[in-house]
């Protein structure tokens, strides 16, 4: 079994930064990509970021990209985003994911292939 569990999450205004993270345990973290989506009131989760094992290749949504940032430190086995020029449009329940397949990147976008998932972090950006 892996537990996820994210923090950082909290109220913040538009254009603001904030950082989340998720501490991993049960498994061999640095063997997966480890991934976070979010799911806005009313929508279904979508994609924002993926890492691959070592951090070496890193993927953004759209939405997202040159905004937001992954990391992780497999030493810590903890998994970051931090979020620069936050939009009222970021609001929404943040999840992070260990992706179900050692060394893989595979169709890292959808949820599906995602193994484990944290209980999830509320950040909202107001205008």
């Known amino acids: ?64 990209k040159g905004r937001f940032t992954i990391s992780r430190d497999n030493a810590k086995k903890t998994v970051y985003l931090q979020m620069n020029s936050l939009k009222p449009e970021d609001t929404a329940v943040y999840y992070c994911a260990a992706h179900a397949y050692k060394y893989s990147m595979v169709v890292v976008t959808s949820s599906t292939n995602y193994a484990y998932w944290g209980q999830g972090t509320q950040v909202t950006v107001s205008s």
Do not use: N
């Not at 640095?30 to 979010?38: K, P």
């Open 1 to 64: 079994q892996v537990q996820l569990v994210e923090s950082g999450g909290r109220l913040v205004q538009a254009g603001g930064s904030l950082g989340l993270s998720c501490a991993a345990s049960g498994r061999t973290f640095d063997a997966y990509a480890m991934g976070w989506f979010r799911q806005a009131p009313g929508k279904e989760r979508e994609f924002v970021a993926v890492i691959s094992w070592r951090g070496g290749s890193t993927h953004y949504a759209d939405s997202v």
